[in-house]
């Protein structure tokens, strides 16, 4: 039962260095997501790709891009990593098409940039 | 918009204390409500959801109920645990749409 997987866990960067991270999802979900969780903030959502081959902004997309490389994996790219962009990432997956059916979560990404 | 307002935190009972965790929502269309739970160093679980009003979601002794004419979704546990202690969300998310909307997060103590 692996649900959404995250790599890596933790990752400390330099500001201006580039970085992808992986998100694969095992439940044939057509929707996947990606949030950053700051204190106070609750999770706001960056991107999304409602089915393969199809991604939609959210609200904080700035600075990010994505890949929805097939129906399992969505990753998501810092080009030119800020210390704004210090933040614990959430990967997310779900099947709309059947209701509303909760989002499952990975475990994070806990992401510094120094 | 749509958005979800939640009790500020944190929130520090002893156990066996009633716990309340005030959740309200605007939105613009019908929408389905949840209530995750983020154990520390972990992501986010579905606790329960309602998807209409008046529906009750319940799990694990945690009670919501789907107040449409409050828009309020309070979630209510009689007696918490030592293991309760965690970072609770309320959010929702509208028929049809692909987002959820999260409110800021309650953080739960719970003292022996």
């Not at chain 2, 309020?72 to 609770?88: P, R, T």
């Amino acid at each position: 039962n692996a649900g959404v997987t995250q790599t890596p866990k933790f990752q400390v960067l330099k500001t201006g260095q580039s970085m992808t991270l992986q998100c694969a999802q095992d439940m044939n979900h057509n929707s996947m997501y990606w949030y950053r969780q700051d204190p106070g903030m609750g999770l706001r959502l960056i991107y999304y790709s409602a089915s393969e081959g199809t991604t939609d902004k959210g609200e904080v997309p700035n600075g990010y891009n994505v890949s929805r490389l097939n129906k399992r994996e969505f990753s998501l790219r810092l080009e030119s990593a800020a210390p704004s962009q210090t933040s614990v990432y959430f990967c997310a997956s779900s099947d709309p098409g059947r209701g509303n059916q909760p989002q499952h979560f990975g475990d994070g990404t806990r992401l510094s940039i120094l | 918009g749509d958005s979800v307002t939640q009790m500020e935190g944190p929130v520090t009972l002893s156990e066996e204390a009633f716990l309340t965790i005030n959740c309200t929502y605007t939105a613009t269309g019908y929408p389905s409500l949840f209530w995750y739970v983020q154990y520390p160093g972990e992501g986010l679980q579905l606790l329960l959801k309602a998807t209409k009003a008046d529906d009750k979601g319940s799990n694990k002794g945690f009670e919501a109920t789907y107040r449409k004419e409050t828009t309020s979704f309070h979630l209510e546990k009689g007696s918490v645990q030592v293991s309760d202690s965690a970072v609770y969300f309320c959010a929702l998310t509208i028929q049809g749409a692909q987002k959820l909307v999260f409110g800021q997060g309650t953080r739960l103590t719970i003292n022996p």
